[in-house]
């Protein structure tokens, strides 16, 4: 009974989405959910490639060209999700009993690039870049706003246990979404994001796209660098990064796994709480 009445109360409440309305479409066999530095770029191809978007099949090479790469997030909200109707038509879908499923990334390897996208070199000529807007609140929670200095990943996470949710970028603020609380909705990790996509493609009967060469690649990842061990890396990540450092070197691969057991690790834990608490992968 009380099961029942709090169903009902929370059907009555409208979901709220935010800045990330799921991937949906009358043809498409699941609500997909997304979280920016998670794979988005890839995803937002694959799902518009699998719905054969009118858009982007027969716009012909101008299409192409303003959609390719991180274009294909203009499509998504300026195009897909931008009727009055669209995220009406979201929530029906999950009220409604669709299979909903959850991209999800390592927390702390999303913090981590996260935070390298805040020490691009690009943050210091173009001040409307998100990771610029991220560096200057960082500056300004130490106390100074000096865009041309430098500060360690372990002050970007502290700077985010300091800030309330609403105040940080989609691009470094946690996975979950409270919506997600009490409903079935079903994980898949990014790791091996193609190896995910073609077991759900043979899963709902969609067609084999995940191996068409090019389709995932989103066009702004860099190579990283050899694992270290956890103290080295842990030492690493408290020193201060300037504007464009690791775009003259290959940065640190950094996971919950080889912060296991560190200081920064367990900070990490106590600030994406919620995401390691709602998807136990990590």
Known sequence: ????????????VPLQ?????PLWSPEFPFLLLWSHKAASTALAQWFFAQ?????????????????????????QFDVHCRSASYRWHCRRALAGGAPVI?????????AFSGFLATRRAVVLER?????????RQVFAWKGHTDIDGSYSFAEFVEWLACTAPARQNPHVRGQHMGFESGRR???????NLVEQLAGLEQR???PGLSATPGLLDSGHHRPRSGSL???????LLRQPVAPGAFEREAAPQVDSAVLAGTALGDRLRQVFAADYRAYPLY
């Open 1 to 12: 009974m009380i099961g029942q009445l709090l169903a009902g109360a929370r059907a009555l």
């Open 17 to 21: 989405f935010g800045q990330r309305p």
């Open 51 to 75: 719905i054969g978007s009118p858009q982007l099949r027969d716009g012909g090479q101008e299409a192409a060209r303003r959609y390719a790469g991180l274009g294909i997030h203009a499509y």
């Open 102 to 110: 959850k991209f999800v990334r390592d927390p702390a390897a999303r």
């Open 127 to 135: 001040p409307d870049f998100w990771g610029a807007r991220v560096s």
């Open 185 to 191: 909705i079903e994980t898949v990790r990014i790791e």
């Open 204 to 206: 709902f009967g969609l």
């Open 229 to 235: 061990g956890p103290v080295a890396l842990e030492q």
